[in-house]
C-alpha cells in the first residue's frame, strides 16, 4: 500500500469538528468586522474546505493587513530552521477569530 502524501495528511484531528458542534456554522461568525492591524487567530474550520491555510497556520496568531469581501490577508511568521519568516496568507473568515492575546494588557491598561 503507498503512502498518504495528499495536502491533508496528519489532519484528522486538527481540522475536525467537535463533539455536537458539528452542521451549520453560526451567522456570529459572518457577522464579525475585521479591520487592518486586528489581532487574529488562525484556526481552520473542517466544515469549508474553500479559503483553508496549510495545516502549518493552524492555531498561529497574525495581524491582519487586507480585507476582502470575504477574506482576510494575514501576516504570520513562520519557522525555517533558524530564523522567522513573514508569511502573507489569505483566508476565509471562516478559519479566522479575533485573538485574545492582548486583552489582558488593555484591561490592565484600562485600570492604571
Sequence with gaps: MGHSHG????????FSRD????GYIPLSTYMK????GDIVDV?????VQKGMPFKVYH???GVVYNVTKSAVGVILYKQVRNRYIEKRI???I???????SRE???NRVKTN
Design 33 to 36: 468586522t475585521y479591520k487592518v
Design 94 to 100: 471562516e478559519h479566522v477569530r479575533h485573538s485574545r
Design 7 to 14: 495536502l491533508r495528511k496528519g489532519t484528522r484531528y486538527a
Design 59 to 61: 492555531g498561529k496568531t
Design 19 to 22: 463533539f455536537k458542534k458539528t
Design 43 to 47: 484556526v481552520c474550520n473542517g466544515a
Design 90 to 92: 489569505n483566508v476565509r
Design 104 to 106: 489582558e494588557f488593555i
